[in-house]
Nanobody, 129 residues
Framework: QVHLVESGGGSVQSGGSLRLSCAASGYTYSSYCMGWFRQAPGSEREAVAVLDKDGSTNYADSVKGRFTISKDNTDNTLTLEMSALKPEDSAMYYC???????????????????????WGQGTQVTVSS
């Protein structure tokens, strides 16, 4: 049985940083497509960053240059480093893993697909101005 558990959310001021982690059990990050998603109240869930099994990444335009997705195969942890946070980054953040590699669009992991097989319970990020 697969379990994904996020941690690291919290409240920060604008310009601050947070590091989100997602620990997996029953699942091996190195073999599949993984991603971080977020959903703010009244908004649809959106992809923030995705990481394919070959290490290729893709980021939403709104977070490029500020967020970094990475994985640690030794402890099976997916991480999202967030810096220069803005109030509009406030949302519930979810990690997700799929059963295969990422769908590619123009050779890059797709940010459009949100139909992942496994999801964590989410961790709240609140950025105040």
């Amino acid at each position: 049985q697969v379990h994904l558990v996020e941690s690291g959310g919290g409240s920060v001021q604008s310009g601050g940083s947070l590091r989100l982690s997602c620990a997996a059990s029953g699942y091996t990050y190195s073999s599949y497509c993984m991603g971080w998603f977020r959903q703010a109240p009244g908004s649809e869930r959106e992809a923030v960053a995705v990481l394919d099994k070959d290490g290729s990444t893709n980021y939403a335009d709104s977070v490029k240059g500020r967020f970094t997705i990475s994985k640690d195969n030794t402890d099976n942890t997916l991480t999202l480093e967030m810096s220069a946070l803005k109030p509009e980054d406030s949302a519930m953040y979810y990690c997700a893993g799929d059963r295969w590699g990422c769908t590619l669009i123009n050779g890059r992991p797709s940010l459009v697909n949100t139909d992942y097989a496994y999801w964590g319970q989410g961790t709240q990020v609140t950025v105040s101005s």
